[in-house]
């Protein structure tokens, strides 16, 4: 008996956090899925910036801009050559993490189409906290509209530590939300 009410009940129960949150076009929404790895984990999220391509790999690829958006405590420029950076991050994580660093390099270019802005970000080995981390951010104009950017963020991790997969998915994906949304706030000033 329980079975037939629920399949009642479903389409209200999915439909009701629409009507009841903010009006569809205020809404910001990132979204995320998760990439096969053959080790650790890999996320990919989708988002709309209302920036042109140009300001948003800007800001994304400026490690000045480190601090405010992924956050981190401090940033400092190790080594620099081209578009080619090396950088040092120090981050506070909440326990039983607590500080964590690494130093990675930073490359940004325009892709093979000859449109699309890619910022790479690739940790160095000697991190006591990631085994790899590799980042890459692709930065385009929506199709029909320059003044507004399609971003794909792609992020694959391994860490040092043993960690259920199931949690380094879930705060992988959450971090990639709340960066998208911190670099979407710093472009759209």
Known sequence: ???????????????????????????RQVFTHALSAPVG????????????????????????????IFPAAE??????QGETLLISVVRKEPWPVGMIS??????RF?????????IDRESQPGSAFFRHMRAILRVSAVPGDPGRSV??????????RWA???MLRRSNA?????????????CEK
């Open 75 to 80: 940033v400092r420029l190790l080594h620099t």
């Open 102 to 107: 690494w130093n990675e390099i930073v490359s």
């Open 110 to 118: 325009v892709a093979e189409d000859g449109q699309t802005i890619v």
């Open 1 to 27: 008996m329980p079975a037939p009410l629920l399949t009642r009940l479903l389409p209200l129960v999915l439909v009701l956090p629409l009507l009841c949150g903010p009006a569809r076009a205020e809404q």
């Open 174 to 186: 959450s971090a990639m939300v709340a960066t998208l949304d911190r670099l979407r706030q710093l």
């Open 151 to 160: 971003v794909d963020y792609r992020v694959a991790i391994e860490i040092t």
């Open 41 to 68: 984990v890999a996320t990919a999220a989708t988002t709309l910036i209302d920036a042109p391509p140009a300001t948003v790999a800007a800001i994304a690829g400026d490690p000045a801009h480190f601090t405010e």
């Open 164 to 166: 259920p997969l199931w």
